[in-house]
């Protein structure tokens, strides 16, 4: 009995920590300006954070994460890209900076006028070791953390 309590309080924790908003609690404008930008998303999932409304979605063959704010205007879209799709000057400046594997790599566009980059991600030596770095098309090392 303990343990069926137990884990009924486990589940409805879980439930209610891990929920993200459906379509019905995004304002229509975001709806909108999102349903523009990427007509064609799929498997779409909302969830909403300090007014600022995050979608994750497959569009045109990557899975995507986009944030909106609460007016309907478009902040960034992270792109998860395959190794093959990154222009090569990333990824040799991305190989020079570091001798590790490259684990996954992010394309990042902005609202705010800034150029487009890249966010390079290696393999993790042992835990907490995650290296990445930020580097431009033209393979400019912005940032490495």
Known sequence: MKMMLLF????IAFLLTGCKHRTGR??????QAFETIFPDASHVEWAEHLSVYMADFYHDGHEKHAQF???DTWLRTRTKMSIYEVPVPVI?????YSNRIIDDVYLFEQSNG?????MVEYKQDTPFSTKQINILANGTILSAF
């Open 8 to 11: 009924s309080l486990i589940t």
């Open 69 to 71: 704010d609460s007016t």
């Open 114 to 118: 800034a150029a487009a980059y890249y």
């Open 92 to 96: 040799e400046a991305a190989r020079e």
């Open 26 to 31: 995004v304002p229509e404008a975001v709806l």
